[in-house]
């Protein structure tokens, strides 16, 4: 379901906002600082939680506020409202979807399933393994109803595990307790992660394909233990060693996705224009997929599309957004960047912002056209 109302207040610089947003392609062109990004990152923490510029969300709170509230209305019969508030001096995010208060971060992330794409994203390919689980994780946790549960029980046990191995003592008794369910729960969570990549990487190959040629391009899922052992075997073995390092060495929380270049890791050979495009791709097949499995959209949250990107690259991603029938939230400084590359027939729904004379951003709808 689209968005189809944005209510903004105490969002860092920029002015209180009340919108109708398109249900295709929304653009937002203004000067760098004027807010464009801090409106994604309102919708970001809508559908996360968290947001994607700061640690603390509190540092999101425009300086003169005492609060932030962000709220938005999800067409649909009946309409979902979201609504988040976060002041400055409490410890936890108000969350409420429809009027009734939440307690947990998952029911934002399942009723708004979105993508970023931005400068960070390049930390899909070049940061460390944990960015690249949170994707893998972000596919399952939508396709799959009792991903949530497992991954649950399996970071409780995993976190047993872990106390008891710090202890000065370990009871082999409690070990063998708690590496039972630990053992038990990650096979569940590998089953699910490797029919996920199975469906996944069909789609990602194909959305790959069109928006640039990698001969040898890779993505291969590891588990994060030895896929020659047992898992059993391998932590009853590890125990001293373990217990040495203070915490448990392999399991799926050391599952990683690796994304080569022949044999070489691809952020090592691509250039940055490449490396936008394949990580774009990825994201692209994940809203594609999702769609494909349940009949939900993904909402796309783009900032500076134009970067990085030539003017052909440009018109094959805007042409992928256009297929796939999505929201899409694009920034960009430079309205020009963009010119020309949508069909005729293509829903554009145009905001432009600017420095008031407050010194805060606001933001003023533009003429609802197609191009």
């Known amino acids: 379901m689209p968005l189809d109302r944005l209510t903004f207040q105490g969002l860092r610089n920029l002015q209180a906002i009340d919108i109708t947003p398109g249900p295709r392609i929304n653009l937002l062109t203004g000067a760098n600082g004027s807010g464009k990004t801090s409106l994604l990152e309102g919708i970001h923490v809508l559908g996360m939680g968290r947001s994607f510029r700061a640690r603390q969300l509190r540092h999101a709170i425009a300086h003169d506020a005492d609060a932030m509230t962000l709220h938005a209305r999800l067409a649909g019969d009946p309409a979902v409202t979201i609504g988040v508030r976060r002041h400055r001096e409490a410890a936890e995010l108000e969350m409420r979807l ?91 969570l590998d089953g699910m992660r490797r029919d996920w990549i199975e469906r996944f ?110 003017s052909d690259h440009r018109r094959v991603f805007c042409q992928w957004l256009e297929r796939m029938q999505c929201q899409v939230f694009i920034t960009s400084v430079d309205p020009d960047a963009l010119a020309g590359l949508w069909q005729a027939d293509t829903q554009l729904t145009m905001f432009h912002v600017e420095h008031s004379e407050s010194g805060q951003g606001q933001l003023l709808p533009m003429d609802r056209q197609t191009s």
């Open 98 to 188: 429809s009027g009734e208060r939440l307690d947990r971060v998952s029911r934002l992330v399942e009723t708004l399933p979105l993508q970023l794409i931005n400068p960070d994203a390049f930390r899909l390919l070049e940061g460390p393994p944990a960015g690249r689980r949170e994707f893998l994780d972000w596919g399952v946790f939508h396709v799959e109803h009792d991903f949530l549960d497992a991954w649950r029980r399996f970071r409780r046990a995993l976190k047993h595990r872990n106390a008891l191995l710090r202890h000065g003592r370990m009871s082999d008794a409690s070990l063998d307790a708690w590496e039972q369910e630990l053992v038990h729960w990650s096979r569940l």
């Open 201 to 310: 990487l069909p789609v990602f190959e194909d959305t790959l394909q069109e928006l640039i040629t990698l001969p040898g391009l890779a993505v291969r899922y590891a588990r994060g233990w030895d896929r020659k052992r047992e898992l059993s075997d391998i932590l009853r073995q590890a125990r001293h060693t373990d217990h040495q390092m203070g915490f448990t060495q392999q399991g799926p929380q050391r599952a990683e996705l690796g994304i080569r270049l022949g044999k070489r890791p691809a952020v090592e050979v691509l250039s940055r224009g490449q490396q936008k495009l394949v990580v774009s791709a990825l994201k692209l097949a994940q809203g594609r997929l999702l769609e494909q499995l349940t009949g939900r959209t993904c909402l796309y949250l783009i900032d500076d599309l134009p970067a990085e990107l030539d």
